[in-house]
């Protein structure tokens, strides 16, 4: 060879190279600039419980108008035997070829101009997959792009990973994609669970989707799955046997609707995995069914459309094991998950309020109170029936729900003390604003905003000897096997005097007290019913479980006459019928310290405490207009008063009223009509005003 020509072959090799290299180096560029769309593929969240066990999914919306089911595919969840049969119908060289598959594409070419049309197809697994993530027109430079696309996804994922991909993306009918909707939707069964016939259809299903719907096209489905059938039986793919069986299998015309349960847990649950797959949370499935099914029957008892919530904790773990926002999504409000709402507790908190007075010395179950009228700086609670007792123990005020007690054990402990330990224990409590005794007081009859939630944490601390530890409904925030104790809100043996007072609690009626069935779990309860009947409650603990049940308007809509223990308490009962593993064991039996009733504080009757109590006007009232009459102005208005120290001194607009020794009252005369300040002073120097309008009468 010349030196010349061995130049000019020298010169094309060269040449081929650097256009070789350019190309390559052309492909990788548009390969990083034009990258396939993997990390655009969104699959459904679906919810878990702490078993595994399915709750709840959403669709997935790509566009305005579809919405899918699309569920994440796992080879490790699907029957082997599925993916090899798949493998062999749709793509057999798929395990060795770089996504395209040469032989597949001569074959089909040869076809074309043989035949002028392609009769057998070239499309792999991988290109498919392609096509499904960007849908386009079948032209041939569609299937270019396809078969470009199908070696990028294969340079980018493995074979498994591939395959999950194109099981996750299949089209199976309607709003169904991939193997695991159509496994569930059609078969009510997860993938890895498929008979033989199931499988074929699954497999004929994603070629023509529409055409064989085996809900709306059950003949079409039959044929289209027969002919796998015969294509894996003729590769002995299947026996003659499960070819036969398979063949007699009818097409059940039908499609499932999924579970959906724990609503309001779910759509909380999608906030922290929005782009699909799978989150687990400690609910259990089975609890939250039957919670769901006893709320819809007492719904359906109610007239007025108000809702009803439950919340049922593992005291053990603090894990919530059901949570249900409402009860019928059709209600009113029923999109609102009441759980997590700001509600007056009523009377729900009376228990801890009484649990600080044992904790600071004040009280113990045996302690006497006299449930009579009170005014605290002009606050005057009344018990729900307007009747008092006169002297009561601590103990039959808190089952009876009584409510002058409570504002005075309040009294005694501080609403701020009280208000300072809710916040220690991890309660975001909206307290009233200002210093004003009325509204600080009113804490003890629910003039508070907490949730059930707040609620739930600290019943289950009374449970766990007055330990609070915060509420999970994640598995993620489960972290550690060793509990802490995040506030010892009172002691343990003050936690077992309470839950012993609250278990002989007047049970609802029809029921009898659990004292009396060898059966019945000893429940330790309270009820609560917030003012203007706005709010009914119903909290309880055994050892195993704390129960809270809400009943009313979300819109606050009062409900006259219906209270905690008519409208919450008969679910809360119920609810704990249908706990597991509650064998009624007592863990209270014994109390540290002596008996349970041992005051061990020396007091025998819990009172106010009189150096803060000012005198009270009783005639005429704050706010009152008196009529001038002549014969009134002749005999005038005696003036009375109660409580503070006695001796009292009356000035109206500051001038001295003057008593009268022989009636031994003082009297006031008014000169004129208008508007007068009446003040009372007690021998302490403590006093009371009234604002009056004194009018002619007539």
Known sequence: ????????????????????????????????????????????????????????????QDNEEERRWRFEADL??????????LVHIEDKRFWSHPGVDLLAVMRATNSLFQHGEVVSGASTITMQTARLMEPRPRTIPSKLIEMARAVQIELRLSKQEILELYLTLAPYGGNLQGVRAASL??????????TDAQQALLIALPQAPEARRPDRKPENAAAARDLILEKLALTEHVTDTQYREAKETPILASRQTFKRLAWHASHWATNTIPAGGEIQLTLDADLQEVTERLASDHALQIDDDA?????VI???????????????????????????????????????????????????GETLIDDAPYSFDGYRPENFSRMFHGDVTLAEALQHSLNVPAVLALDLIGPQRFAASLEAAGVNADLPGGSDKKRSLAIALGGIGLTMRDLGMLYAGLADDGCIRPLTISIDAVLLEERMCTYQLITPSNAARLTRIMQEAPTPAGRPPAVLSRAAPRIAF???????????????????????VWAGHPNGTPRPGVTGREA????????????????GAIRYAE?????????????????????????????????????????????????????????????????????????????WRPDETGFYQVTVVDSAGRKATSSVRVQTAG
């Open 1 to 60: 060879m010349r030196a010349t020509d061995h130049l000019k072959q020298v010169s094309r090799w060269h040449c081929m190279t650097v256009v070789s290299v350019f190309l390559l180096l052309a492909l990788l560029v548009l390969d990083r600039v034009f990258p396939p769309p993997l990390d655009a593929v969104r699959t459904s969240v679906v919810v878990i419980d702490k078993d595994e066990r399915w709750l709840h999914a959403f669709t997935v």
């Open 76 to 85: 490790e969840a699907i029957d082997p035997l599925f993916v090899e049969r």
């Open 185 to 194: 939707a059609y078969f009510d069964k997860e993938p890895k669970y498929l």
């Open 307 to 311: 809702n009803l919530a439950v919340l």
């Open 314 to 364: 593992e005291n053990d773990t603090r894990q919530v094991r059901a949570l249900l926002g409402s009860a019928d999504m059709s209600r009113g409000g029923g999109w609102v998950d009441m759980t997590s709402a700001r509600r007056s507790p009523g009377s729900a908190l009376k228990p801890f309020i009484y649990g600080l007075a044992f904790e600071d010395g004040f009280a113990a």
């Open 526 to 548: 309270k009820t609560g019913t917030s003012y203007g009947y706005r709010d009914a409650w119903a909290a309880g603990y055994t050892d195993d479980y704390t129960v809270i």
């Open 568 to 583: 919450a308490l008969p679910l809360m009962f119920e609810v704990f019928d249908h706990l597991p593993d509650l064998d």
């Open 591 to 667: 109390v540290e310290g002596g008996d349970l009733f041992e005051t061990g504080t020396g007091l025998e009757r819990l009172a106010p405490q009189k150096r803060e109590m000012p005198p009270e006007i009783v005639f005429p009232e704050n706010g009152v207009t008196v009529f001038f009459t002549k014969s009134r102005a002749e005999h005038g208005f005696a003036l009375a008063a109660r409580g503070g120290a006695g001796n009292y001194a009356w000035y109206v607009d500051g001038v001295p009223v003057d008593y009268e020794p022989i009636g031994g009252r003082s009297i």
